[in-house]
């Protein structure tokens, strides 16, 4: 699988990154599975959070044979200190990690969001600062977040950014402005740039869920390879990260190793404005996982 720089973290990331949403609701031998399939796939970057159900306890019995061969990403909702420094400790001691790779403020949607984590974002850079994070990062689905992003990386000077790119959200002007602004500002500052969301469909509506996402994604290998591509071409993304849904992101993955850019005229013409917004998630989203 092709690699990218992740901006000033200086590693070579797998331009596809292992969702760890996958494993919510696995045991840790039901985990090991998937989690071989993606690193012998070529993956080397993993991006989890205690959020994600099970995923923590899933797959840290794993993390200590495979630690210099995956880039560890992990993210924190909180909004008060104490709380946000214990999830620290717990991620830590449920990964059987030392340190991560990565801190991410996880779900930053709003500039409203975004003053709420301010303890939090103490701790993620006192994290950074004490070694148990090499680098900090935020992370967030919604309409607002690209412009919440701009904000986060200038007031704290951050090393990543993580937002949805997919051709229905991108069709939207404002929100295109936005994501303009902030990979303006990202390639000023060299700051690692990922992508969320880049099989995304549609919202589930009256239809009853039955794949472990909390949209409807892409079904075919042709509408997801589409949304690899258009992602993966989208100027200054640097990876994406695959879904929740096993069999889905196993596609994607597919589809990321089989990698051939688009260009400007093919990517403009993948936008797409005959679906309603997967946004806001308070409208739309499905629990993916009990």
Known sequence: MQTRRLGRTDHQSSIAI?????????????????????????????????????????????I????????????????ER??????????????????LDLYQAHGVTSLEVLDQRAEAFEV??????????????????????????????????LDTVMFPVYPRVMADADYRADVEALLAECINRDVGVMAIKAVAWRPWG??????????????????????????????????FCTPSDKAIAR?????????EPIDATEWTALLSTDEAFIF???????PAWG
């Open 18 to 62: 292992l969702g760890g949403a996958a494993f919510a609701a696995d045991t840790s031998d039901e985990s090991a599975v998937f989690l071989h399939e993606a690193i012998d796939a070529g993956i080397n970057h993993l991006d989890i959070a205690p959020g994600y159900g099970l995923a923590e306890r899933a797959v840290g019995p794993h």
């Open 64 to 79: 200590p044979a495979l630690r210099d061969r995956l880039f560890v990403a992990g993210k924190t909702a909180e909004t």
């Open 82 to 99: 104490d709380w946000a420094r214990t999830r620290l400790r717990r991620t830590l001691d449920r990964l059987q990690v030392d340190y």
């Open 124 to 157: 993620i850079l006192e994290a950074r600062d004490q070694g148990l994070t090499r680098f900090v990062g935020v992370t967030g689905h919604d309409l607002s977040a690209p412009r919440a992003h701009l904000e986060a990386v200038r007031r704290y000077d």
């Open 206 to 239: 009256d239809r009853t869920p039955d794949l472990r996402t909390w949209y409807e994604p892409q079904r075919t290998p042709k509408g997801i390879e589409d949304g690899v591509r258009f992602a993966l071409s989208t100027p200054s993304i640097d990876a």
């Open 251 to 259: 596609l994607a993955i597919a589809a990321a190793e089989q990698l």
């Open 280 to 286: 806001p998630l308070a409208d739309h989203a499905v």
